[in-house]
């Protein structure tokens, strides 16, 4: 379980900037220029006809490149990786947080593709499907021995088209037959609610293209259903593996502002092209009401999670509670190659305002709360996997070398606190800091 969930934030956990370079490859051939690195590469031609002409059997040449390619690139450090063209794709996808489809969460079981559960207010959802529900053709297509991208691939398309599904459900004498209309689907990268009167909560699970949109729209929902400013906002990035470092920046900059220290700046981003260097500081104009606030983290929160944290923990606007989180401080670019693959390349490490690079540290909390389990066996924080348990990862400037889903159910204030420690906690201090501030304006 360890492995799977830090493969899961290695892979998603990226300070992305999207940059379109389609002359790569031209560009890195030039580089090219002293005998040493003609010899490596004579090597490396070496090597590859060696393969080509003496392996067991006929090797495809595509394959054998794309191996290298990503070889080469995952010698550098956990997060630089080689991506496909369905793997280069599906990342835009991802990252827009909108696509052309129906609006249905896949699962597979014993190799039968089912309906994990229809998204709200989609056509798949519209239609009547129901989680449980096998899919078992798309268009006519058996699923039988098709993968979950295979059947994504076959559903996603531009919206307005059609699709139709052939479903197999419990209690049904005879297969169901859905024709659908494909539409734009967005998926949310947070979600708020009010705990009490005047104390809010809002999750982000992800920083994706809409995230800094979403976030505006949820706080202005709340302050509308709590009738007024809030006397405590409690911002949830346990958990989230980063994402857009410009959605990030604008979340920090709704509550830093002017007169805040170190000139108001939120992120800095340095690497070894001049190009890859900025620093993002906060704009002028409105912001949200001076407030309380604690921001909760854990081992799960990484890359641009902690931008948000750690700049509103160097400006003291909030309270940072919870556990260490996993210390990705390093900036990854999306750069395609003209074949329609791509490389996510580590271009950059960042920095909060005032100047502290968490790469392989971590932003440790103002006041540390560890998460309680219902299981006998509690597991220790310090056992969670970070940034500088993966191997190869980038060190500090001036470091030395370190040693040594269950679905989400709507639940009850009452209940979401009685399961969540580090939520009531969190909670708590809130509403302590707003009897003190009523105890001294009396």
């Known amino acids: 379980m360890p492995s799977k969930r830090l493969a899961g934030i290695a892979a998603a956990a990226a300070v992305v900037l999207v940059v379109a370079v389609l002359t790569v490859v031209p ?164 979600k708020g609610r009010l705990l009490e009167p005047g104390f809010a909560y809002i999750a982000i699970a992800e920083f994706q293209e809409r995230t800094a949109e979403d976030f505006k729209a949820a706080l202005q929902r709340l302050h509308a259903e709590n009738g007024g400013p809030f006397r405590g906002l409690i911002l949830d990035l346990r958990y989230n593996p980063g994402g857009l470092v410009e959605q990030a920046f604008l979340v920090a900059d709704r509550f830093i502002g002017e007169g805040a220290s170190e000139n108001g700046l939120i992120v800095t981003t340095k690497g070894r092209e001049p190009s890859s260097e900025r620093s993002l500081s906060a704009y002028m104009g409105k912001k949200e009401p001076h407030y309380p606030m604690v921001v909760l983290v854990n081992g799960g929160s990484a890359s641009a999670s902690e931008i948000v944290a750690g700049a509103l923990q160097d400006h003291k606007r909030a309270v940072i509670m919870g556990t260490q989180s996993f210390g990705k401080g390093s900036v990854q670019s999306i750069m395609q190659l003209r074949n329609g693959d791509g490389l996510k390349l580590t271009t950059a490490r960042y920095y909060t305002p005032s100047g502290r690079s968490i790469q392989a540290k971590g932003i440790t909390p103002d006041i540390v709360v560890e998460m309680r389990k219902q299981a006998p066996v509690k597991k220790k924080d310090e056992d969670e996997l970070r940034e500088k348990d993966l191997d190869g990862h980038m060190l500090e400037l001036d470091d030395h070398p370190a040693k040594g889903t269950a679905k989400a159910v709507e639940l009850k204030e009452s209940e979401i606190l009685a399961k969540d420690y580090q939520l009531s906690r969190a909670l708590e201090l809130l509403k302590g800091v707003d009897l003190m501030g009523a105890s001294l304006k009396k």
């Open 27 to 190: 560009r890195l051939t030039k580089m090219a220029t002293t005998a040493k690195d003609t010899d490596y590469l004579q090597l490396f031609q070496e090597a590859y006809t060696a393969v080509r002409t003496h392996y067991v059997e006929k090797v495809d040449d595509k394959k054998l490149m794309q191996g290298a390619i990503s070889g080469m690139l995952s010698a550098l450090d956990p997060h630089s990786t080689y991506l496909p063209v369905q793997d280069f794709n599906e990342m835009q996808v991802h990252i827009a947080g909108a696509f052309g489809g129906v609006g249905i969460e896949l699962g597979m079981q014993n190799g039968k593709l089912f309906v994990n559960a229809p998204l709200e207010d989609t056509p798949a959802f519209r239609a009547g499907i129901l989680a449980g529900d096998m899919i078992w053709k798309i268009d006519g297509h058996l699923t039988q021995g098709m993968t979950i991208n295979d059947a994504v691939s076959r559903m996603r398309g531009t919206p307005g088209t059609p699709v139709t599904l052939g479903i197999l459900r419990d209690g049904s004498p005879t297969p169901l037959k859905f024709h659908l209309v494909r539409a734009t689907i967005k998926t949310r990268s947070l």
